[in-house]
């Protein structure tokens, strides 16, 4: 008898292992999926300048926009302002990064941005 007790004993801890191991499995063998290389939101500081840079400077140094976009702020300034959108993202298992740069432009002129990861 206690050696039937045994048996159902390592039954029940093999039973219990057994969704872990699955659980491990599906995690490590996630599908990782990315838009790409993440831009480089500093380089905006250093290499383009408000005011003189064009939408041409910017489409070199981010490429083309995911979209395009335009904002009001009446008690501001009442010309209407163009935006253009970058959006990259990467997950990987259950962890999920996404950055979002905003950039501004009076015309056809640089007029700064705006940017958030996490």
Known sequence: ??????????????????????????????????????????????????????????????GVPNGPGSWLLPALDPTPREIWYYEDMSVTGTTLRLQMIFVFFKGNVYDGYLSTSG
């Not at 063998?29 to 500081?45: D, K, Q, W, Y």
């Open 1 to 62: 008898m206690t050696a039937e007790r045994a048996r159902h004993s390592r039954v029940r801890r093999f039973r219990s292992v057994v969704p872990i191991l699955w659980a491990s499995c599906l995690v490590a063998c996630a599908p990782s999926v990315s838009t790409g290389a993440f831009r480089n939101a500093g380089m905006l500081e250093t290499q383009l300048h408000r005011g003189v840079s064009t939408k041409a400077d910017v489409q070199a140094m981010l």
